[in-house]
């Protein structure tokens, strides 16, 4: 008899001889020392090439053990490996996969009453060692590690158990391939490409973790620790990066991020992407565990970086990453999930043309006028703000870097950077600063453009200002551009246009008088749709001298 069948045999006769009661539950002592203090099952031996070995494992009393089991075959030459078959006294299979030459592996599987078979076959030409751990189910912090190739069969699977909902800190570290680790699924997944640490919300209880091995690498050498943190909920700003995702030949495409808030939050959602700007990446937002995401941003391309705005509930959000399959190479993320501010504050973007609007939403703490200052380093855009089908309170071009005074009232407010979408790239940077100047005043000049003409998207603005006193005043509009080009004027108030001028035409300097209410007026002009090139005004309101 070779003396690993012995040590199993000496074993089996010993978890016969030896019973360990613990609340109907009988623990077999085995006669190989544990080489873990939380193990409660260890075999080890050698098996010769062809040769099988079936250790026992009787489980007393009426109760299923959910284990964690850890096999290890130390590297002889690289080529053998070992079949592992567990199956339970049912004669159902538990668990049953290879570990090749050189691997540590890890497996969840359940045993149950009566006597479970661990069936070893070496079916190589090589003499391989073993050793193989059944560990109960540990509480976190805990510590894990292994090692898997490139070449293997299956994944590093366990249970471990969560005592409190709360933040915990995932470090992860390597010291030879690239891996992701996941949490109950599409719940967590991260990328890991070197050693780096991540803090998640996970909920109390029994959770699922799996580690999946890059097949591209030879040898994947992994460790997570995993320890609780302070915090019991999330906070923003809240930040995360990862990659690399998606791309030919990579095994990673997809990230799963959760978010747990204490209060429901209206959040500003900034992504940038290091990559090819032909590759693409899609963003959804799921409610708690619900199948359907209730938020999604589709193409964002590499070298972008995307601002929108939506709403998260308290409790928890999953965020799920997600590269395009066509990409040619991978894309890199870090996300920013900001808090809606109150102004003063800034943005900047990235947009490649003809994809996504950047979209935020921001606080004015008191109505009066506000300084936006633009920033443009390429491109072209209109800063929209509070727009919809109708129209925009306000809607101004931005083609070179410059500041610009409106009213805004008191409350939230959205901004949308519309970038040209005939143009490739767009680069913009917008700050919003109150003034302390409650309202308007005369002379109040604005001057702007290009709008209109053939291929323009930009055709529309709209100028707020808002007066402390009803008064009439004088309009005088200038255009420049060409001669059969026009634009015509609406003033607004209350929703209602109360005056519309004639057709405007490039070169015109054009006079009216109209009243002017007490609050918000609306300013809008319109290129006519005929154009051909584009137009400038200048647009000048003066008291009744």
């Given at each position: ?274 990559g090819d700007p032909a590759d693409a990446l899609d963003v959804f937002l799921y409610a708690g565990v619900a199948p359907a995401p209730v938020f999604t941003v589709t193409h964002a391309f590499g070298g972008e970086t995307l601002w929108w705005t939506t709403d998260l509930p308290a409790g928890l959000t999953r965020i799920e990453l997600i590269a395009d399959g066509g990409n040619a190479a991978p894309l890199a993320y870090d996300l920013t999930l900001h808090a809606q501010p109150t ?203």
């Amino acid at each position: 008899m070779r003396k690993s069948t012995l040590k199993a045999s000496l074993s089996w006769l010993m978890a016969l001889s030896v019973l360990l009661s613990l609340i109907g539950i009988v623990k077999t002592t085995p006669t190989i020392a544990s080489a873990s203090d939380d193990a409660f099952v260890h075999f080890s031996g050698d098996l010769l090439p062809g040769e099988t070995i079936s250790p026992l494992y009787q489980l007393f009393g009426n109760q299923d053990v959910n284990a964690n089991l850890q096999m290890q075959v130390p590297a002889v030459i690289g080529d053998g490996y070992i079949n592992l078959n567990v199956t339970d006294s049912g004669g159902n299979t538990a668990f049953a996969g290879d570990i090749l030459d050189g691997e540590t592996l890890w497996a969840n599987l359940t045993l149950t009453p009566g006597v479970n078979i661990l069936n070893l076959s070496n079916p190589t030409a090589v003499t391989l060692h073993y050793d193989l751990w059944l560990y109960y189910v540990a509480e976190a912090p805990f510590t894990w590690e292994g090692i898997s190739l490139g070449s293997g069969m299956w994944n590093s699977h366990i249970h471990l158990d969560f005592p409190t909902g709360n933040l915990y800190q995932l470090d992860f570290g390597l010291t030879s391939g690239r891996y992701q680790f996941f949490v109950d699924g599409e719940y967590i997944q991260k990328t890991a490409e070197a050693n780096g640490s991540v803090l998640y919300y996970v909920s109390a209880g029994v959770h699922d973790l799996i580690i999946v091995q890059d097949s591209a690498s030879p040898e994947t050498a992994w460790t997570l620790d995993i320890a609780a943190a302070a915090p019991t909920v999330d906070t923003l700003p809240y930040e995360k990066g990862g990659g690399n995702l998606g791309g030919a030949g990579n095994d990673f495409a997809e990230e799963w991020l959760p978010v747990n808030l204490a209060a429901a939050s209206p959040v500003n959602f900034e992504l940038t992407l290091a990559g090819d700007p032909a590759d693409a990446l899609d963003v959804f937002l799921y409610a708690g565990v619900a199948p359907a995401p209730v938020f999604t941003v589709t193409h964002a391309f590499g070298g972008e970086t995307l601002w929108w705005t939506t709403d998260l509930p308290a409790g928890l959000t999953r965020i799920e990453l997600i590269a395009d399959g066509g990409n040619a190479a991978p894309l890199a993320y870090d996300l920013t999930l900001h808090a809606q501010p109150t102004l003063p504050s800034a943005w900047s973007g990235v947009s490649n043309g003809g994809a996504n609007n950047s979209h935020v939403r921001f606080t004015a703490p008191a109505s009066g006028l506000y300084d936006f200052d633009f920033g443009l380093t390429q491109g072209r855009c209109q800063l929209l703000v509070d727009a919809d089908e109708t129209g925009a309170f306000i809607q101004k071009t931005v083609e070179v870097t410059g500041t610009v005074r409106y009213f805004l009232p008191a409350g939230t407010h959205d901004i949308t950077l519309w970038q040209d979408p005939t143009l490739p790239l767009t680069a913009w940077s917008v700050a919003a600063a109150p003034t302390g100047v409650l309202a308007d005043s005369l002379p109040y000049q604005k001057s702007g453009g290009n709008l209109g003409g053939a291929g323009n998207p930009f055709s529309a603005e709209w100028l707020p200002i808002s007066l402390d006193e009803s008064l009439p005043a004088n309009f005088r509009l200038t255009l420049s551009g060409g001669l059969d080009d026009g634009v015509t004027v609406f003033l607004i108030q209350d929703g209602a246009p109360v005056y519309t001028s004639p057709v405007v035409y490039g070169g015109e300097t054009f006079w009216w008088t109209t009243g002017l209410a007490e609050g918000v007026n609306q300013i809008r002009l319109v290129a006519l749709g005929g154009n051909a090139l584009p137009l400038q005004y200048a647009l000048t309101i003066q008291p009744i001298p």
